[in-house]
């Protein structure tokens, strides 16, 4: 079942073009993750689905309706997004941020029901933060920080939620503290998950869908077994992989690579060559 899909979608700043007629289709109560090198057009795709920057042309349709004719509480009652670097205020609590995933079913003063306390209170179990319920947000570890704002998405009762590097900044345990829950969203609560990842095997892992993207184009789209292989990872980061085995889930996984001879592709914002979007961690 397809609830989410973009058609022929552009997306630009001014008069450059960093998506170009893009189509692909969000498979429902699965783990999407989108690879790709730097500059390529991940976090741009991720913003025009969720509608934080507009598309130049094209359509993101949900649940048969182009969203840009949605409000934007019906939307966000539908599709939650955590960015790269999400920030806070100053001392603020973690329960107070979590119960800001509540704005879009609050009417008149925006005082929250009882209702809005059961939610809060369940997404801070569910995520292990209840703990910290009232601590300041900026006491607390990096996994911990990003556990409570994946706690404040699944407080606006959203199906489908997107992250963008959720693993940024994170060591490699908390790294898989995060990626482990919203494993557990996916498979306990059918949460679509739909996030970004520079580590290769980490989206092999985690992912039962893959899209790779390269230039603003999708290179290869679909399972692991379809993406993870030597020719389309060559083609996406300039890379000689050698593929391998995970032992524990017999997905395929980079377990060595070479940079390929020749010129490297670079982003034009900051200059990074392709490669430094690949890490291997297992």
């Given at each position: 079942?397809?609830?989410?899909?973009?058609?022929?979608?552009?997306?630009?700043?001014?008069?450059?073009?960093?998506?170009?007629?893009?189509?692909?289709?969000?498979?429902?109560?699965?783990?999407?993750?989108?690879?790709?090198?730097?500059?390529?057009?991940?976090?741009?795709?991720?913003?025009?689905?969720?509608?934080?920057?507009?598309?130049?042309?094209?359509?993101?349709?949900?649940?048969?309706?182009?969203?840009?004719?949605?409000?934007?509480?019906?939307?966000?009652?539908?599709?939650?997004?955590?960015?790269?670097?999400?920030?806070?205020?100053?001392?603020?609590?973690?329960?107070?941020?979590?119960?800001?995933?509540?704005?879009?079913?609050?009417?008149?003063?925006?005082?929250?029901?009882?209702?809005?306390?059961?939610?809060?209170?369940?997404?801070?179990?569910?995520?292990?933060?209840?703990?910290?319920?009232?601590?300041?947000?900026?006491?607390?570890?990096?996994?911990?920080?990003?556990?409570?704002?994946?706690?404040?998405?699944?407080?606006?009762?959203?199906?489908?939620?997107?992250?963008?590097?959720?693993?940024?900044?994170?060591?490699?345990?908390?790294?898989?503290?995060?990626?482990?829950?919203?494993?557990?969203l996916n498979v306990e609560q059918e949460?679509?998950?739909?996030?970004?990842?520079?580590?290769?095997?980490?989206?092999?892992?985690?992912?039962?869908?893959?899209?790779?993207?390269?230039?603003?184009?999708?290179?290869?789209?679909?399972?692991?077994?379809?993406?993870?292989?030597?020719?389309?990872?060559?083609?996406?980061?300039?890379?000689?992989?050698?593929?391998?085995?995970?032992?524990?889930?017999?997905?395929?996984?980079?377990?060595?690579?070479?940079?390929?001879?020749?010129?490297?592709?670079?982003?034009?914002?900051?200059?990074?060559?392709?490669?430094?979007?690949?890490?291997?961690?297992?």
């Amino acid at each position: 079942m397809v609830r989410l899909y973009t058609e022929n979608l552009e997306i630009g700043y001014g008069e450059r073009l960093i998506v170009k007629d893009l189509s692909v289709k969000i498979p429902d109560k699965k783990i999407t993750t989108i690879i790709g090198s730097n500059g390529c057009g991940k976090s741009t795709l991720l913003k025009a689905i969720t509608r934080i920057i507009p598309n130049q042309s094209g359509s993101v349709v949900l649940d048969g309706v182009n969203i840009s004719k949605e409000s934007t509480k019906i939307l966000a009652r539908k599709m939650a997004i955590l960015p790269q670097t999400p920030e806070s205020a100053s001392g603020l609590t973690v329960g107070e941020l979590v119960s800001y995933g509540r704005f879009p079913y609050q009417k008149g003063f925006g005082r929250l029901t009882q209702k809005d306390y059961d939610v809060i209170d369940w997404a801070l179990e569910v995520t292990g933060t209840k703990d910290f319920k009232f601590r300041p947000v900026d006491a607390l570890s990096g996994g911990q920080r990003q556990r409570v704002w994946i706690a404040m998405a699944l407080a606006q009762e959203t199906e489908i939620i997107f992250l963008d590097e959720p693993t940024t900044y994170l060591d490699m345990a908390h790294q898989l503290e995060v990626l482990e829950l919203l494993q557990r969203l996916n498979v306990e609560q059918e949460r679509t998950i739909v996030m970004v990842l520079h580590d290769l095997n980490q989206a092999a892992r985690f992912a039962d869908y893959i899209i790779a993207l390269k230039d603003g184009e999708i290179v290869k789209a679909g399972d692991c077994e379809e993406v993870i292989t030597h020719e389309v990872l060559k083609e996406v980061f300039h890379i000689d992989a050698v593929i391998g085995r995970d032992q524990r889930t017999n997905k395929p996984m980079c377990s060595t690579y070479n940079l390929l001879k020749g010129d490297l592709t670079t982003n034009e914002k900051d200059n990074d060559p392709v490669y430094s979007a690949v890490s291997v961690n297992y």
